[in-house]
């Protein structure tokens, strides 16, 4: 007769990652971790300018690599705009970058998505 406690090495290593997956997305969502994540690119700053240009998707945001600065996911509409060599500013306190072109300056409130979801976290 076949023990029914006895279970798979397979089964006991998937239990063990949905376990550690769970507490993962648990953490991911907490008040705490959407807070970190946004004071800490409130608090970033950094002037650079547009080194590279990755366009892998044609209507979703797109990478673009900085000289001395970090690599960015913008929207299809402002990365159009850029070109290799503008300059790029983000000030400590801000959410907004902004991209110096040579049709002018454009701000992009980059770090929208989570103010919203920290301010949500506040209520």
């Known amino acids: 007769m076949k023990n029914v406690y006895f279970q798979s090495p397979r089964v006991i290593i998937l239990s063990i990652f949905a376990v550690i997956f769970g507490i993962l997305i648990w953490f991911v969502s907490t008040d705490y971790y959407i807070k970190k994540e946004y004071l800490i690119f409130r608090q970033t700053a950094f002037k650079a300018t547009v080194q590279d240009k990755l366009d892998k998707n ?13 690599e960015l996911r913008i929207q299809r509409t402002l990365f ?34 989570q103010r919203e979801k920290y301010q949500h976290t506040l209520k």
Do not use: C, E, M
Not at 59 to 68: D, P, S
Not at 86 to 107: E, P, Q, R, W
């Open 58 to 70: 044609p209507t979703k945001a797109n990478t673009i690599y900085l000289h001395n600065g970090p």
């Open 80 to 113: 159009d705009q850029l070109t290799i060599g503008d300059s790029v500013l983000k000030k400590t306190d801000s959410d907004s970058i902004y991209f110096k072109t040579a049709n002018g300056i454009i701000i992009d409130d980059y770090n929208r998505f």
